[in-house]
């Protein structure tokens, strides 16, 4: 796919798209190519990617990166294609570098590119989004799974995660038919269990982490405050933007000494309702002891 075909179909800002052209201009593509294919495969991504962020060196805003990600969303688009995948959910897999860069000037102020070490999972197939979540190839425990992931503009509400789990589904049954997996991971501040004693029952969040089983709590973590204040992670609590009831909340906790951290919890396939009734019984007992050990302790106590 021709790159500028490609700024139309994500969306891509307009004064992004005139410095990828600049890039464009003075790119010399033999010097990368060794390292764009790679980019492309699950198996040599994340290395390739490692490798070009080197000898890339000195780059203004990461927009050489930008350039050489965006061309290899541009070589799967084939690939997607011979697997029979609509071309919707490659859009919408490949707007996330439209995405990517909103928040960037949501959070920083102006426009640049700080998700090359993440985007690689686009470019190589490993990851799509579809519908309200997106889903990476993972492991749990030594099994196969599905890593599920939260975009910031995705709809939790009940009806839009049924709707996506059970498009996924299909997806990876149809497109993926070697790829037998019986689980769902995910690993996400909105599944920290002190999310439940700051939103009422009804909330799309807390229906989101009823999901799942609950297997650990990771206190230290603090990217939420990136996400749900859309600042920088070091910013002062005092300085917290309060422009929803969940952030005012989450300020006061912070003032008080308490943390939000994040979690990680696992979640049964559909179709298979035995297994679905034994995890589901587990996380009523996980849920327990998850909150008794939470309760006090994380809210009002420095962690």
Known sequence: ?????????????????????????????????????????????????????AFLAEDTDNMKMLYCQLACAGRVFDRYRQKGIAE???????????????????????LFFDRGWWAYRQISMSLFRIGALEYEFSEEEGEKAIALH???DADLSEEAVDRSMQEADTFFRTCYPDYVYDRYTCESWLLSPILRQLLPEQSHIVSFQKRFTIKSVDREENE??????????????????????????????????????GAYGISPRSGDADRTDRFRRQCDTD???????????VCLAPV
Not at 99 to 106: G, W, Y
Not at 237 to 256: C, F, I, M
């Open 1 to 53: 796919m021709e790159m500028e075909i490609l700024y139309r179909l994500i969306d891509l800002q307009p004064e992004v798209v005139c410095r990828l052209r600049a890039v464009g201009e003075a790119f010399v593509p033999a010097l990368v190519e060794p390292y764009l294919e790679r980019l492309t495969q699950r198996r040599t991504a994340a290395e390739a990617y490692r490798e070009l962020s």
């Open 224 to 261: 939420y405050i990136e996400w749900l204040f859309q600042v920088p992670a070091d910013t002062a609590y005092e300085q917290l933007p309060v422009r929803t009831s969940l952030q005012r909340k989450v300020r006061a906790l912070l003032l008080d000494g308490g943390t939000v951290g």
């Open 88 to 110: 919707s959910i490659y859009i919408d897999t490949m707007k996330c570098f439209t995405r990517f860069l909103e928040e960037c000037r949501q959070k920083n102020g102006r």
């Open 287 to 297: 849920d327990l002891a998850v909150h008794a050990d939470c309760t006090g302790d």
């Open 150 to 152: 939260i975009p910031s």
